[in-house]
């Protein structure tokens, strides 16, 4: 006997007696076993939880289990292997946890069995207790509002296991309530990897009364247990021990029984129907605190009921796992990712000692054929007059009549997917093709294995399971296809086992039928690598979807994936190359295959499932890209960079090809970043293009960035213009040799065959790298490609830097010839195609908002320190007449648009925006006024409108904008050039003199007038620009909130036609828009208002799929919503597209909300909105559907 208990009893467990659906221990009372002590009366969750530690901390010294709980657990177990016909719950295919049914013959009586099983984020011990405390708080409530005033009663057998559990089901009249009265035990087990596996059976307690289990008979304990509300717990003999057998407590229980009151004696009123009911959990811990949970619940309702409602009450008894699933909900991709950390051992381990099935064997060695996936000799064409499965698959790695490899345009830049028909095995019924896709992924060997075998994890299915199959064309539904001897086993391989079982459900699109795969799987290890073979099973294995597919038809498919550890250019991370290998047949004339390629969506989803999803979990593409810039900062700084005389020839080549002095006619390259200037000359079938930018970064960063040769960055832009490959040879640290193919459609392949040098100059302010065509060995002239000639110079020059960031001024100038004949247009194509990676160097770099911040922090503190301005100083000069006069003028502008017969109001891009325009038709000028308000300080905002040549400043139509001259810290010339208003008209462009003061009511105003500058011919361009001129006034006041001010501004244009000047007008307009737009992205997501968030939903509006994220970057507060809710973006994407059917609810937490669960929460908003009259109604509608957004 196991000494007596010394830990402290909880103060919840203390009996009261005014619960009387509990039996209590009494703690004062000594016990020969600690786990007696263990009874719950919780009156919260949270004593719920505290109990369940309770029992937890009790485990490791429980007793042994006596004969007849023994007996009764290896009973529950073989049930549960026994073989039931189980069908699944109709209407249950789409949910995390797998729902049963089925009938089985036991004491020539036929009951109903139930069956679920799932993935619960909760270790076994934790799992165990919860369903031990069998009359917790939260049980006790969900029990009172099913059933009502019912009883639910647990009583705490002594020194044993056993627990004796009740409770009643209330049923409408005219039918009884039935009344259930269970013996329950529970045992632990541990494997060699410390992982535990708990069981938890009940039967009923009629069957342990005949001795059905111990060879005992107990009828007379039983029958007054029944009638009566014994507290067993209290009942021990003289020297405070009980035995194991419960014949001991007889003399016991007739002591007591004259002394129980009447009310505890009669807790049964003769109108329930005893029903039977016995079953079994098994918690298959997966890793330390996830479980693979299967419930098995046998019940007999007794009596003549509708099947329908034996079915409904089966259902509910199964929804307890529902129940701890939800209880114990965590973020999906946490709980797989420690089911992994623990796969990765299993693995890793030799596992030769694990049967393998002759049948899998032979499967492995077919599908493991496929790696010879290479072009083959031609044999003679063979057709065949009819397709079996049986010949696609035995066909394997013989010789073929192929069609030639074809690339397929793949959803990742660094997944790389070909095709091609199978002619031998193609004919008029069937389409048999051959696909292989290869990538790299930024993990180790096992990571991948483990991501791949667990193919039914939440992450993997979140989307497919809890979306409606109608309404995403790219999820799929799969199912692990039960097998009777693994009924206790965990989904999809999650277990570790070497094969298993699964089915998926493609949805193609209309109007193509759903495409059913089930197949078999196995895995072995293959050097330092892994294989997985899959292959389609014969049409005898269905799966059961719980519900009538209709317009299915079987596929057939045999794959091979392999895993191949790689060196990823770092000693501290990891890499494996992933291949996979497939051969499809959907067949053709059942599924309408002539109109869509339905071998292609296949492939592309098993692709997406596997690689793409292995790439995108796993991705280390920044780092990996910043430790390979590192070494060659490291090589520059060593000075490893000096060049021998050769490399000094060669650059200089580079300069005198390139003329960098020299002065020849370039035109414009349109970039879509005013900070990138471009030009070209077009010469030809080659192109000459310079381009300058400054980066806020060092010269070495800058030239790593560019020198780089294997980053993942130029990896990608590589792919996405067409590349079909390339090779490296280095020859020192500072140079090395690149060939590149490139696939143009319409025009022949292309290759380049360069070598780079870098150069750092002795003053260490400035380094080279030049780029130019030569000629290799390993790379010789062939006639499948046309050599191209290229020859680039990249400058990066060191500036002083501004407020402590560093500066680079990049200069780039190209000279390429494509070769062959091809039009100028392609040319330009392709020259502004170049520029995209010099774009992406300056967005990596790009710190513009800090540099703008910082300059108007120091305005705002040379405003504060010269008291406005109004004391000559160093900072401010006395204003003069002339910019006194302006001030004067431009307030006269208010006088004379309110006065102004002609205004009206017009529309705006925000409802917080008030904007008027005034004009007679056929005049040459026109006034506009804007006017809002702004949750900023004044000073804010004048700074704002100052620094005109701040990044924060641009517009989408700004061509150009840039301070011409600084006479003092009030008055400066601006140049401002805008793209054409209208399409078909020349650019337009202004110079204006800018003033700024305060006026005697304490408001600030700025001031432009049109003015003259000896630098605006300098400005002049090739594009046409033509001069408007333009007067405006911007008066900011503030209101009785010094944070909140109010935003006036007045235009005036003259000169211009009038279509051009109203469009041009209206654009200058939105100026007011954009500071109130700006200074909201400056706020954090907790200081935001009403007014905040109609703004936000007005530019989230506007945006479209590929500018959601650029948006999302601009304002700070979406920017913290979308790290803290990984969920909210694809949330907002969703309503975005407003997308109209019917999405299903999400009963998941806030916290653990997934991005597919975000997906179709947002996508279930247009319904409400297209059925409801009031938006604000179909918000609130859909604000209830969801329980995550009520905690949002």
Same mark, same amino acid.
């Given at each position: 006997?196991?000494?007596?208990?010394?830990?402290?009893?909880?103060?919840?467990?203390?009996?009261?007696?005014?619960? &009387?659906?509990?039996?209590?221990?009494?703690?004062?009372?000594?016990h020969?076993?600690?786990?007696?002590?263990?009874?719950?009366?919780?009156? @919260?969750?949270?004593?719920?939880?505290?109990?369940?530690k309770?029992?937890?901390?009790?485990?490791?010294?429980r007793?042994?289990?006596?004969?007849?709980?023994?007996?009764?657990?290896?009973?529950?177990?073989? #049930?549960?292997?026994?073989?039931?016909?189980?069908?699944?719950?109709k =209407?249950?295919?789409?949910?995390?946890?797998?729902?049963?049914?089925?009938?089985?013959?036991?004491?020539?009586?036929?009951?109903?069995?139930?069956?679920?099983?799932?993935?619960?984020?909760?270790s076994?011990?934790?799992?165990?207790?919860?369903?031990?405390?069998?009359?917790?708080?939260?049980?006790?409530?969900?029990?009172?509002?099913?059933?009502?005033?019912?009883?639910?009663?647990?009583t705490?057998?002594?020194?044993?296991?056993?627990?004796?559990?009740?409770?009643?089901?209330?049923?409408?009249?005219?039918?009884?309530?039935?009344i259930?009265?269970?013996?329950?035990?529970?045992?632990?087990?541990?494997?060699?990897?410390?992982?535990?596996?708990?069981?938890?059976?009940?039967?009923?307690?009629?069957?342990?009364?005949?001795?059905?289990?111990?060879?005992?008979?107990?009828?007379?304990?039983?029958?007054?247990?029944?009638?009566?509300? #014994?507290?067993?717990?209290?009942?021990?003999?003289?020297?405070?021990?009980?035995?194991?057998?419960y014949?001991s407590?007889? @003399?016991?229980?007739?002591?007591?029984?004259?002394?129980?009151?009447?009310?505890?004696?009669?807790i049964?009123?003769?109108?329930?129907v005893? /029903?039977?009911?016995?079953?079994?959990?098994?918690f298959?811990?997966?890793?330390?605190?996830?479980?693979?949970?299967?419930?098995? =619940? &046998?019940?007999?309702? %007794?009596?003549?009921?509708?099947?329908?409602?034996?079915?409904?009450?089966?259902?509910?008894?199964?929804?307890?796992?529902?129940?701890?699933?939800?209880?114990?909900?965590?973020? !999906?991709?946490?709980?797989?990712?420690?089911?992994?950390?623990?796969?990765?051992?299993?693995?890793?381990?030799?596992?030769?000692?694990?049967?393998?099935?002759?049948?899998?064997?032979?499967?492995?060695?077919?599908c493991?054929?496929?790696?010879?996936?290479?072009?083959?000799?031609?044999?003679?064409?063979?057709?065949?007059?009819s397709?079996?499965?049986?010949?696609?698959?035995?066909?394997?790695?013989k010789?073929?009549?192929?069609?030639?490899?074809?690339?397929?345009?793949?959803?990742?830049?660094?997944?790389?997917?070909?095709?091609?028909?199978?002619?031998?095995?193609s004919?008029? =019924?069937?389409?048999?093709?051959?696909?292989?896709?290869?990538?790299?992924?930024?993990?180790?060997?096992?990571?991948?294995? $483990?991501?791949?075998?667990?193919?039914?994890?939440?992450t993997?299915?979140?989307?497919g399971?809890?979306s409606?199959?109608?309404?995403?064309?790219?999820?799929?539904? /799969?199912?692990?296809?039960?097998?009777?001897?693994?009924?206790?086993?965990?989904?999809?391989?999650?277990?570790?086992?070497?094969?298993?079982?699964? $089915?998926?459900?493609?949805?193609?699109?209309?109007?193509?039928?759903?495409?059913?795969?089930?197949?078999?799987?196995?895995?072995?290890?293959?050097?330092?690598?892994?294989?997985?073979?899959?292959?389609?099973?014969?049409?005898?294995?269905?799966?059961?979807?719980?519900?009538v597919?209709?317009?299915?038809?079987?596929?057939?498919m045999?794959?091979?994936?392999?895993i191949?550890?790689?060196?990823?250019?770092?000693?501290?991370?990891?890499?494996?190359?992933?291949?996979l290998?497939?051969?499809?047949?959907?067949?053709?004339?059942?599924?309408?295959?002539?109109?869509?390629?339905?071998?292609?969506?296949i492939?592309?989803?098993?692709?997406?499932?596997?690689?793409?999803?292995?790439?995108?979990?796993?991705?280390?593409?920044?780092?990996?890209?910043?430790?390979?810039r590192?070494?060659?900062?490291?090589?520059?700084?060593?000075?490893? +960079?000096?060049? +021998?005389?050769?490399?000094?020839?060669?650059?200089?080549?580079?300069?005198?090809?390139?003329?960098?002095?020299?002065?020849?006619?370039?035109?414009?390259?349109?970039?879509?970043?005013?900070?990138?200037?471009?030009?070209?000359?077009?010469?030809?079938?080659?192109?000459?293009?310079?381009?300058? +930018?400054?980066l806020?970064?060092?010269?070495?960063?800058?030239?790593a960035?560019?020198?780089?040769?294997?980053?993942?960055?130029?990896?990608?832009?590589?792919?996405?213009?067409?590349?079909?490959?390339?090779?490296?040879?280095?020859?020192n640290?500072?140079?090395?040799?690149?060939?590149?193919?490139?696939?143009?459609?319409?025009? %022949?392949?292309?290759?380049?065959?360069?070598?780079?040098?870098?150069?750092?100059?002795?003053?260490?302010?400035?380094?080279?790298?030049?780029?130019?065509?030569?000629?290799?060995?390993?790379?010789p002239?062939?006639?499948?490609?046309?050599?191209?000639?290229?020859?680039?110079?990249?400058?990066?020059?060191?500036?002083?830097p501004?407020?402590?960031?560093?500066?680079?001024?990049?200069?780039?100038?190209?000279?390429?010839?494509?070769?062959?004949?091809?039009?100028?247009?392609?040319?330009r194509?392709?020259?502004?195609?170049?520029?995209?990676?010099?774009l992406?160097?300056?967005? +990596?770099?790009?710190?513009?908002?800090?540099?703008?911040?910082?300059?108007?922090?120091?305005?705002?503190?040379?405003?504060?320190?010269?008291?406005?301005?109004?004391?000559?100083?160093?900072?401010?000069?006395?204003?003069?007449?002339?910019?006194?006069?302006?001030?004067?003028?431009?307030?006269?502008?208010?006088?004379?648009?309110?006065n102004?017969?002609?205004?009206?109001?017009?529309?705006?891009?925000?409802?917080?925006?008030?904007?008027?325009?005034?004009?007679?038709?056929?005049?040459?000028?026109?006034?506009?006024?804007?006017?809002?308000?702004?949750?900023?300080?004044?000073?804010?905002?004048?700074?704002?409108?100052?620094?005109?040549?701040?990044?924060?400043?641009?517009?989408v139509?700004?061509?150009?904008?840039?301070?011409?001259?600084?006479?003092?810290?009030h008055?400066?010339?601006?140049?401002?050039?805008?793209?054409?208003?209208?399409?078909?008209?020349?650019?337009?462009?202004?110079?204006?003199?800018?003033?700024?003061?305060?006026? /005697?009511?304490?408001?600030?105003?700025?001031?432009?007038?049109?003015?003259?500058?000896?630098?605006?011919?300098?400005?002049?361009?090739?594009?046409?620009?033509?001069?408007v001129?333009?007067?405006?006034?911007?008066?900011?006041?503030? !209101?009785?909130?010094?944070?909140?001010?109010?935003?006036?501004?007045?235009?005036?244009?003259?000169?211009?036609?009038?279509?051009?000047?109203?469009?041009h007008?209206?654009?200058?307009?939105?100026?007011?828009?954009?500071?109130?737009?700006?200074?909201?992205?400056?706020?954090?997501?907790?200081?935001?208002?009403?007014?905040?968030?109609?703004?936000?939903?007005? /530019?989230?509006?506007?945006?479209?799929?590929s500018?959601?994220?650029?948006?999302?970057?601009?304002?700070?507060?979406?920017?913290?919503?979308?790290?803290?809710?990984?969920?909210?973006?694809?949330?907002?994407?969703?309503?975005?597209?407003?997308?109209?059917?019917?999405?299903?609810?999400?009963?998941?937490?806030?916290?653990?909300?997934?991005?597919?669960?975000?997906?179709?929460?947002?996508?279930?908003? $247009?319904?409400?909105?297209?059925?409801?009259?009031m938006?604000?109604a179909?918000?609130?509608?859909w604000?209830?559907?969801?329980?995550?957004?009520?905690?949002?």
């Open positions: 006997m196991s000494p007596p208990h010394k830990k402290t009893t909880p103060h919840f467990l203390k009996p009261k007696a005014k619960n &009387l659906s509990v039996n209590f221990l009494d703690p004062n009372k000594s020969t076993s600690s786990m007696s002590t263990y009874v719950a009366t919780s009156r @919260s969750m949270k004593d719920d939880a505290v109990a369940d309770f029992f937890i901390s009790l485990i490791d010294e007793p042994e289990m006596a004969r007849n709980e023994r007996n009764m657990m290896n009973n529950m177990l073989e #049930l549960g292997r026994s073989g039931i016909s189980w069908k699944r719950i =209407n249950t295919h789409t949910s995390h946890i797998s729902k049963y049914k089925g009938k089985i013959s036991q004491q020539e009586k036929t009951m109903l069995a139930g069956k679920a099983s799932g993935r619960v984020s909760a076994s011990t934790q799992l165990l207790a919860s369903v031990v405390n069998f009359a917790s708080w939260e049980k006790l409530q969900k029990h009172s509002l099913v059933n009502g005033n019912l009883p639910r009663e647990r705490v057998v002594p020194d044993s296991r056993s627990h004796i559990l009740s409770y009643t089901m209330a049923l409408h009249p005219p039918l009884r309530n039935r259930f009265k269970m013996w329950s035990t529970w045992d632990m087990q541990v494997d060699s990897d410390g992982l535990r596996t708990c069981y938890f059976a009940w039967c009923p307690f009629e069957d342990m009364e005949v001795g059905m289990y111990s060879g005992e008979t107990f009828s007379q304990l039983g029958s007054f247990i029944s009638r009566s509300n #014994l507290n067993l717990n209290n009942l021990t003999d003289e020297s405070g021990s009980v035995g194991n057998s014949k407590l007889k @003399s016991d229980v007739e002591a007591k029984a004259a002394s129980l009151s009447e009310s505890a004696k009669n049964i009123n003769g109108n329930e005893s /029903a039977r009911s016995s079953g079994l959990y098994v298959r811990e997966l890793a330390p605190n996830v479980s693979f949970v299967t419930l098995i =619940n &046998l019940i007999d309702l %007794k009596g003549h009921l509708p099947a329908l409602l034996m079915d409904l009450k089966l259902t509910e008894t199964l929804k307890s796992l529902d129940d701890m699933r939800k209880r114990h909900s965590r973020d !999906t991709e946490k709980v797989d990712s420690e089911v992994r950390e623990h796969m990765k051992k299993v693995f890793a381990r030799d596992r030769q000692d694990d049967q393998i099935l002759s049948e899998t064997d032979e499967m492995w060695e077919r493991y054929e496929m790696r010879k996936f290479q072009a083959q000799p031609k044999s003679d064409r063979q057709r065949v007059s397709y079996s499965p049986a010949r696609l698959l035995s066909s394997i790695g010789r073929k009549e192929y069609e030639p490899w074809r690339a397929m345009d793949s959803p990742c830049a660094l997944t790389k997917m070909e095709r091609r028909k199978n002619l031998t095995l004919n008029g =019924n069937n389409l048999v093709t051959e696909c292989r896709a290869s990538c790299i992924c930024d993990c180790s060997a096992e990571d991948a294995m $483990a991501y791949l075998w667990d193919a039914c994890s939440d993997r299915l979140k989307g399971r809890e409606s199959l109608k309404a995403h064309l790219d999820k799929s539904l /799969a199912l692990y296809v039960d097998q009777h001897d693994r009924v206790f086993e965990p989904a999809g391989g999650a277990g570790g086992g070497r094969n298993d079982v699964l $089915a998926v459900l493609k949805k193609l699109p209309w109007p193509l039928k759903k495409i059913e795969f089930v197949f078999s799987r196995t895995w072995r290890k293959i050097g330092d690598g892994y294989g997985i073979a899959v292959e389609s099973v014969d049409n005898r294995v269905n799966a059961d979807y719980g519900t597919m209709k317009h299915k038809v079987r596929g057939f045999q794959a091979l994936i392999l191949e550890p790689t060196q990823s250019g770092t000693d501290s991370l990891e890499s494996c190359n992933l291949n290998f497939q051969v499809l047949n959907v067949g053709r004339r059942h599924n309408y295959i002539r109109l869509v390629d339905s071998n292609k969506h492939f592309e989803s098993f692709v997406k499932q596997n690689a793409i999803k292995v790439r995108k979990t796993f991705e280390k593409d920044k780092i990996i890209d910043q430790l390979g590192d070494q060659i900062k490291s090589v520059i700084a060593d000075d490893q +960079t000096g060049c +021998t005389e050769e490399e000094e020839d060669f650059l200089d080549n580079i300069h005198d090809k390139l003329d960098i002095t020299g002065s020849m006619a370039f035109d414009t390259l349109p970039t879509p970043d005013m900070h990138v200037n471009a030009r070209i000359l077009l010469r030809g079938t080659y192109a000459i293009i310079r381009a300058t +930018t400054v806020e970064t060092t010269i070495e960063d800058a030239s960035y560019e020198f780089a040769p294997s980053s993942r960055g130029k990896l990608k832009y590589f792919i996405e213009q067409h590349g079909k490959d390339r090779n490296i040879v280095y020859i640290p500072h140079s090395y040799i690149q060939m590149k193919r490139f696939e143009i459609p319409l025009y %022949k392949q292309r290759e380049f065959v360069q070598r780079y040098v870098l150069k750092k100059t002795e003053d260490d302010s400035k380094i080279e790298i030049g780029i130019d065509s030569v000629q290799h060995n390993l790379f002239e062939t006639n499948q490609y046309i050599r191209s000639i290229g020859t680039s110079l990249f400058i990066f020059e060191k500036l002083p501004l407020f402590g960031i560093p500066q680079t001024k990049m200069s780039y100038v190209a000279k390429l010839s494509w070769g062959g004949l091809v039009p100028g247009r392609f040319v194509v392709k020259a502004q195609e170049g520029l995209a990676w010099i992406s160097m300056r967005k +990596t770099f790009d710190m513009k908002k800090t540099l703008d911040a910082l300059e108007r922090k120091q305005f705002i503190e040379k405003l504060h320190l010269n008291a406005w301005g109004h004391a000559t100083s160093s900072f401010t000069a006395a204003y003069t007449d002339e910019e006194k006069k302006d001030i004067e003028v431009g307030q006269e502008f208010f006088r004379i648009f309110q102004n017969p002609t205004k009206k109001r017009v529309a705006s891009s925000s409802a917080s925006v008030i904007n008027e325009i005034a004009f007679r038709k056929n005049d040459a000028s026109g006034w506009g006024l804007s006017e809002t308000k702004i949750r900023a300080k004044k000073e804010d905002i004048l700074a704002f409108l100052w620094n005109v040549d701040a990044n924060c400043c641009k517009h139509a700004d061509i150009e904008r840039l301070v011409l001259e600084r006479h003092n810290a008055h400066q010339i601006a140049y401002l050039c805008r793209a054409a208003a209208v399409k078909g008209y020349s650019p337009r462009y202004s110079v204006s003199r800018m003033v700024w003061a305060e006026v /005697a009511d304490g408001s600030l105003v700025v001031v432009h007038h049109p003015c003259g500058h000896s630098k605006e011919e300098e400005q002049q361009n090739d594009d046409g620009r033509k001069r001129d333009f007067s405006s006034i911007c008066k900011i006041r503030e !209101t009785l909130d010094p944070s909140i001010c109010k935003l006036t501004y007045i235009y005036h244009s003259v000169g211009d036609k009038q279509l051009s000047m109203m469009t007008m209206k654009q200058m307009m939105e100026l007011v828009y954009d500071v109130k737009s700006y200074f909201l992205q400056l706020r954090v997501a907790s200081d935001l208002e009403d007014d905040d968030g109609r703004m936000l939903g007005e /530019a989230l509006s506007h945006a479209s799929d500018t959601v994220d650029s948006c999302f970057r601009s304002y700070r507060a979406l920017q913290e919503m979308d790290d803290r809710f990984p969920w909210f973006k694809p949330m907002i994407v969703a309503v975005l597209n407003n997308s109209l059917h019917m999405a299903p609810a999400i009963d998941s937490k806030l916290d653990f909300l997934s991005e597919d669960d975000g997906h179709v929460i947002g996508s279930g908003l $247009a319904l409400p909105i297209a059925i409801n009259l938006n604000d179909a918000v609130e509608e604000l209830a559907r969801d329980p995550a957004l009520k905690e949002f």
